[in-house]
């Protein structure tokens, strides 16, 4: 029996992350840990945990699940676990175990089942890591992510509040994933752009990650459900910078421009502009750049912030190796961001 993963799912991939504004009122009612061994927790919030264990050795652990966001099975579980893995490497470090997150109906064939774990698992494996056990549930939505530990010098992580002026800012995968996966289920798809997001998607930033390691970075964050404005958001807030970022530098997807400028956006358009548009400035810039920049990525690029200096040799380094590396902006004294 065939089934329509999407058919079961309102919203899918990082589209379907809670609202970023909602969860920060939420957060403000936690304390945070009294443990000077977690380097990395609540306050400030990142990509992934980061516990010290020796002066060798810190722990990164991260979970991530979502709705299906393609019919494909094997696609979906393999997207899922990419998403949920790159937490890791966007804190600087390699995957070690991972744990299956997931939610299914009991009607869906043992035959998806099994193509959506099979291809986690792969993917898992490909990272550097292990796919050791997991927890399943009944449920209508179907859902699945990974639990995901790895190890990380405590000296090196990079974390998302390290931004300095002077700084260049760079993207590591173009935008519009949700814009273009939204514009195909209203029945606009376009092909090129499609296939290429879903390549994207699916690939582990692991290789960017290791191709930037030895550039020791200032910041890194990964583009997902907030959006490019909204990560850049937090980025500049939590490093007490100004980030300006070139409008039409920006990369993006075959025919994703196209269907902004038809008026396609996600649901989480609106969420993203309600946690990050009173810190953006963007007056100058076309609507379809804007919503763009907006948009909910599903595995999406690394945002990268490193002296300026360097920024020519790490686009060197990306080329020479076959990785897609784009500068997208600077950071500069103040605060906000700026779109122009």
Request: with cysteine; aromatic share 6%.
């Amino acid at each position: 029996m065939t089934v329509s993963l999407t058919s079961l799912a309102p919203s899918g991939g990082c589209a379907a992350k809670y609202s970023a504004a909602r969860l920060e009122e939420l957060l403000k009612g936690f304390v945070p840990a009294d443990a000077e061994n977690l380097l990395v927790g609540l306050s400030p919030a990142d990509d992934a945990v980061v516990y010290k264990l020796d002066e060798e050795r810190a722990l990164v652990f991260t979970l991530d699940f979502f709705p299906p966001l393609v019919d494909d099975p094997a696609l979906f579980g393999r997207i899922a676990a990419t998403n949920a893995l790159n937490d890791v490497f966007a804190m600087g470090g390699s995957p070690l175990l991972a744990l299956s997150i997931a939610a299914f109906p009991e009607s869906l064939p043992n035959e998806t089942l099994a193509a959506i774990f099979g291809a986690a698992d792969e993917q898992v494996r490909a990272a550097g890591a292990i796919l050791a056990g997991g927890h399943t549930l009944r449920d209508d939505e179907p859902k699945y992510g990974l639990a995901v530990v790895g190890t990380v010098h405590p000296d090196r992580f990079w974390p998302k509040s390290g931004a300095r002026p002077g700084d260049a800012l760079l993207l590591t995968k173009p935008l519009g994933t949700g814009m273009l996966l939204h514009a195909a289920r209203e029945g606009r798809r376009h092909e090129e752009g499609l296939t290429a997001a879903m390549q994207s998607m699916a690939t582990l930033s692991r290789d960017a990650a290791d191709a930037l390691r030895p550039f020791q970075p200032n910041a890194v964050t990964d583009v997902t459900g907030f959006g490019l404005l909204g990560h850049a958001h937090e980025m500049a807030e939590r490093s007490g910078v100004r980030i300006a970022l070139d409008a039409e530098a920006l990369p993006l997807f075959p025919g994703a421009r196209e269907q902004a400028a038809a008026g396609i956006r996600t649901g989480g358009d609106s969420r993203n502009r309600a946690f990050a548009a009173a810190h953006v400035e963007s007056a100058s810039v076309p609507d379809d750049l804007v919503a763009l920049s907006y948009d909910p990525q599903t595995s999406g690029g690394l945002l990268i912030s490193l002296p300026a200096d360097k920024a020519p040799v790490l686009e060197a380094t990306f080329a020479a190796s076959g990785l897609f590396l784009a500068r997208i902006g600077r950071v500069v004294e103040g605060g906000g961001v700026a779109l122009a």
